[in-house]
């Protein structure tokens, strides 16, 4: 099995940044493309920010210039660096990871980190 464990979250104000840290553990894995997503009540999951083992990246168009999405391949962590932070911004934000376990391909999802912008 493989757990995503996130950090970071919490409460700042409009304009202020956050780091999410997501860190990936258990035994004899790769982490292909590990990602942000983020989700409000009521609304599907939406993508936020992606980046794959080789450091491509992908992103929304509503983060574009203030999240920036990076990875530490040898912690298996994925991170997002979220400036000018807005209101609209404030939902929990889930940790994915693309895995291969025991010659399986397999997606993972994290508990999700609560991010709060006050205007």
């Known amino acids: 099995q493989v757990q995503l464990v996130e950090s970071g979250g919490g409460l700042v104000q409009a304009g202020g940044s956050l780091r999410l840290s997501c860190a990936a553990s258990?035994?004899?894995?790769?982490?292909?493309?590990m990602g942000w997503y983020r989700q409000a009540p009521g609304k599907r999951r939406e993508l936020v920010a992606t980046?794959?083992?080789?450091?491509?990246?992908n992103y929304a168009d509503s983060v574009k210039g203030r999240f920036t999405i990076s990875r530490d391949n040898a912690k298996n962590t994925v991170y997002l660096q979220m400036n000018s932070l807005k209101p609209e911004d404030t939902v929990v934000y889930y940790c994915?990871?693309?895995?291969?376990?025991?010659?399986?391909?397999?997606?993972?999802w994290g508990q999700g980190t609560q991010v709060t912008v006050s205007s």
């Open positions: 994915n990871a693309r895995v291969l376990l025991a010659g399986t391909w397999g997606v993972y």
């Open positions: 258990g035994s004899a894995f790769t982490a292909n493309t």
């Open positions: 980046i794959t083992s080789g450091g491509s990246t």
